[in-house]
Each structure stands twice: as structure tokens, then as C-alpha cells.
């Protein structure tokens, strides 16, 4: 699976958009983009997926370059409740490869 | 909520003994795999299971093992326990290993401390 690159930290506003990158220039054709986010204590928790297109669902948006190299996830309006660590993981295998993420922390 | 249920919450056990930690999936999946998280770090893919076989190992010795059941539950046993064994596990489960867009939806681990 190819390697992400991703902020350490991030900082948003309560009820602004956060925009959180991700570097991908490894990614090969077939190969997912997906996000997943973990707060404190709990499991990590699906956010979205894609492959070419942008997608967009109840939580979030997924915003892909038109190379694939790298994709943005977007929470609208962001809420303190979102502060968590943010894993951005390209996948084609049964595996999931977390790296670091990112500490989004929201603040009010 | 992703009806990912794992037991117990916490555990602590001693060096040198086994331990067995239990998940059940989410309703309609077939497939789970199981991670370990250190503390600081993401997790780390330990090996996962499809109809009842291992189906994917990472890399982890071969005192980690694991079972998957007809119902779909699955167990992950590891014995000789170490201090680096510490950790949280974590299990996940998702639809049909062949469609490997589909994803994997967690419980909120076991913390198993060695002392």
C-alpha cells in the first residue's frame, strides 16, 4: 500500500470548515483513499472513502486530485466534538495501514 | 455506534501468560481482522479472517493467533504474553474479503496491560 503524508497538527475553529491534506504521489490505480478519525479512548471511527471521484456524505467531504497524489478531507462546520486524530490510508490489500494523522483540534 | 462489540474492556495480566480477547461483528459482516495499538502510535494490522481462515497476517509472531466462528465472531489468543504486549486491540469488522473497497468498521478495543 502506497504512503501518506500527513500534518502532525492542525487547529479550526468551532463552526468553521476544516480542511485536513494528505500526501499520496505513491498511489497506484487501484488503490483507495480512505479516512478514519480516533477519539481519545475509542475505536477508530470510518469517515469516507474514495477512489477518482469526490465524495460526499453525512460526516464529511473527500476532496481528490485530479492525479491522485493527494486528496483533502473537509468537515464542514467543524464542532469540539471532532477534535481527534485524523488518518488519512491508501489501501488496496485486506490490511489497513495507519500512520500518525493528524491531531485536529477544534477549538471554541 | 458500529455494533462492533469487544470483550472485556480491560484486562491485566502477568508475563508469561496467555490471554484470549473476544469480538463480535457487525450484523452482515463476514470478515474481521484484528490490529494492535501502542500507545502513541497508530494501529497495527495483526491478521485477519474470512470464513473461518486466516486470510492475512501482519507482522507479528506466531504466538499471536486467532479464530473466527460459523457466527462470524472471532477471538484473538496470544500467548507467552510480554511487557511490549501492552497495548490496545482492536478488532474490525467488514463485508466480503473480495470486494477490498469496502471498509472496516472498529470496536473500541481491549486495553490488555502486562505487568
Known amino acids: 500500500d502506497a504512503k501518506t503524508t500527513q500534518p502532525t497538527s492542525m487547529d479550526c475553529a468551532e463552526g468553521r470548515a476544516a480542511n485536513l491534506p494528505c500526501n499520496h504521489s505513491t498511489i497506484s490505480g487501484n488503490e483507495y483513499v480512505y479516512w478514519y478519525r480516533q477519539i481519545h479512548s475509542q475505536g477508530p471511527q470510518y469517515i469516507i472513502h474514495?477512489?477518482?471521484n469526490n465524495e460526499t456524505n453525512e460526516m464529511a467531504s473527500l476532496i481528490i486530485t485530479e492525479d491522485r497524489k493527494s486528496s483533502t478531507l473537509i468537515l464542514p462546520h467543524a464542532t469540539l466534538r471532532d477534535t481527534a486524530v485524523y488518518y488519512c490510508i491508501v489501501r488496496v490489500s485486506r490490511q489497513l495501514t495507519f500512520g500518525s494523522g493528524t491531531q485536529l483540534t477544534v477549538l471554541p | 455506534e458500529t455494533g462492533v462489540t469487544q470483550s472485556p474492556t480491560h484486562l491485566i495480566k502477568t508475563r508469561g501468560q496467555q490471554v484470549t480477547l473476544r469480538c463480535s461483528s457487525q450484523s452482515g459482516h463476514n470478515t474481521v481482522s484484528w490490529y494492535q495499538q501502542a500507545l502513541g502510535q497508530g494501529p497495527q494490522f495483526i491478521f485477519q479472517?474470512?470464513?473461518?481462515?486466516?486470510?492475512g497476517r501482519g507482522n507479528f509472531p506466531p504466538r499471536f493467533s486467532g479464530l473466527q466462528f460459523p457466527n462470524y465472531s472471532s477471538e484473538l489468543n496470544v500467548n507467552a504474553l510480554e511487557l511490549d504486549d501492552s497495548a490496545l486491540y482492536l478488532c474490525?469488522?467488514?463485508?466480503?474479503?473480495?470486494?477490498?473497497?469496502?471498509?472496516?468498521?472498529f470496536g473500541d478495543g481491549t486495553r490488555l496491560s502486562i505487568l
Open positions: 474514495g477512489l477518482k
Open positions: 474490525a469488522s467488514s463485508l466480503a474479503q473480495a470486494f477490498s473497497n469496502q471498509p472496516q468498521h
Open positions: 479472517y474470512y470464513r473461518e481462515e486466516e486470510n
